[in-house]
Each structure stands twice: as structure tokens, then as C-alpha cells.
């Protein structure tokens, strides 16, 4: 079975420090990847996705990057964090949904908790 | 860009009512999916959603699919204290390459 894994669970960063959130995906292959925050009580809002190695496509222009330097592998990072970054980090993994056909649905970690201080 | 309207933006209800909260998009959707988050937690599938006009149920949940193509529905019957939580509507298109759109959630609390 697939399973989805996401650390750390809570971080509190100091403003101006560098961030790196890891998530990694075991029991698929060449998965589509993702990266959402949810400010407190509010939806989710879409990153980064990523439908392979080295393919970042990013939603929300920010101080945020993501990586994808292996297939089950991906990584959403900060050169310096600004006390707005401050919010719940969800990654999700899906099966590729092609035209015409259905989503598969995404299957999301138990996220991160991120507060800048 | 796509949006989905979701309503109500919360809920509180007593223990033992049943729940109605629904979906709108002005676009046509191929996939209407929902989710439930519990605090601290990331979303769980709930109910995936296909064909215009598909009822599905899981559980005490039901969910359907509008006949436009363009909407959609939870039902919750006969809430339990453990419904609580943030529940999603998502909707995705048939390109290839998109990624889901998600509503921007119903705060369900149910009191016992």
C-alpha cells in the first residue's frame, strides 16, 4: 500500500532563517506531487506541484521553492522565512490522471506545522 | 481562474441532525471529490464523485454529483460528536496536467 510521509510535524523558525520541509511518498511510482498551506481555520491553498523529477510548477509567486531530486521525493524550502510563511504545510501525492479521465483524488500527509517567530 | 464556491462556511448543529452543505463552480468539472480534516491533521478522502448525476453513499455520508456538471453535494445524517472538523469540496477538470481546485471548507462542530 501507499503511504505518505511528512516532517517535521511542528517547527518554530525564528524571521529570516532558512526553511526545508520534506515529504516522501513509498509503495508508487512517478507520482504527482504537491505542496498546500492552510493559513489557520482558512482552505487550502496550492504551491507547488510537480508531475517529475525536476519538474516544479508553481502556483503562488512567494519566498518559497520546491525541489524534486527523486521520483518519491519532495522538498519545499526557504533561503529566509518571513513571519507570513507561518501556517499548516500539507504534501499530497496522486496517481496521474489522464484526459478524459477521472482524478484518482490526492492523498495528503499529516503536514507541518510551521510558526516564524 | 477556476473557483468553488462552497457553503455554508460553518456549521453548528446538535448531536443526531443531518448536515447539507453543497459545492458551485461556473465551470464544468469531470470529478467532484470530498474531504474531511480533522485538527491537525491533513485531509482524508471521503467520497469520489465521477459521472453528472452519480449518488454516492459512505456510510452516514452521501454525496452526488450534479446533473450540470457544475456542482455538488455532502449530505451528513444523524451527526456524531467525531463528524467535527473541516470538510472539502474538490473539483478537477479532464486536461491532463491539472491539479484539483478545493473549496474553501465547512467548519462543522457538533455538540453533544
Known amino acids: 500500500s501507499q503511504t505518505i510521509h511528512q516532517w517535521p510535524a511542528t517547527l518554530v523558525q525564528p524571521v529570516g532563517s532558512p526553511l526545508s520541509l520534506e515529504c516522501t511518498v513509498e509503495?508508487?511510482?512517478?507520482?504527482?506531487l504537491y505542496w498546500y498551506r492552510q493559513a489557520a481555520g482558512r482552505g487550502l491553498q496550492l504551491l507547488f506541484y510537480?508531475?517529475?523529477?525536476?519538474?516544479i510548477s508553481s502556483e503562488v509567486p512567494q519566498n518559497l521553492s520546491a525541489s524534486r531530486p527523486q521520483d518519491r521525493q519532495f522538498i519545499l524550502s526557504s533561503k529566509k522565512l518571513l513571519l507570513s510563511d507561518s501556517g499548516f504545510y500539507l504534501c499530497?501525492?496522486?496517481?496521474?490522471?489522464?484526459?478524459?479521465?477521472?482524478?484518482?483524488?490526492?492523498?495528503f500527509g499529516s503536514g507541518t506545522r510551521l510558526t516564524v517567530v | 481562474g477556476q473557483q468553488l464556491n462552497q457553503s455554508p462556511q460553518s456549521m453548528f448543529i446538535q448531536e443526531g441532525e443531518d448536515v447539507s452543505m453543497n459545492c458551485t463552480s461556473s465551470?464544468?468539472?469531470?470529478?467532484w471529490l470530498w474531504y474531511k480534516q480533522e485538527p491537525g491533521e491533513g485531509p482524508v478522502l471521503l467520497i469520489a464523485?465521477?459521472?453528472?448525476?452519480e449518488l454516492t453513499s459512505n456510510g452516514r455520508l452521501t454525496a452526488q454529483f450534479g446533473i450540470t456538471r457544475k456542482d455538488s453535494f455532502l449530505n451528513i445524517s444523524a451527526s456524531i460528536p467525531s463528524d467535527v472538523g473541516i470538510y472539502f469540496c474538490?473539483?478537477?477538470?479532464?486536461?491532463?496536467?491539472?491539479?484539483?481546485?478545493f473549496g474553501k471548507g465547512t467548519t462543522l462542530s457538533v455538540s453533544s
Open positions: 509503495g508508487t511510482s512517478n507520482p504527482n
Open positions: 510537480s508531475v517529475g523529477i525536476g519538474q
Open positions: 464523485l465521477y459521472k453528472a448525476g
Open positions: 465551470s464544468i468539472f469531470n470529478t
Open positions: 474538490a473539483g478537477q477538470t479532464n486536461q491532463a496536467g491539472t491539479a484539483l481546485i
Open positions: 499530497a501525492w496522486s496517481r496521474k490522471s489522464y484526459q478524459g479521465y477521472g482524478s484518482y483524488g490526492y492523498t
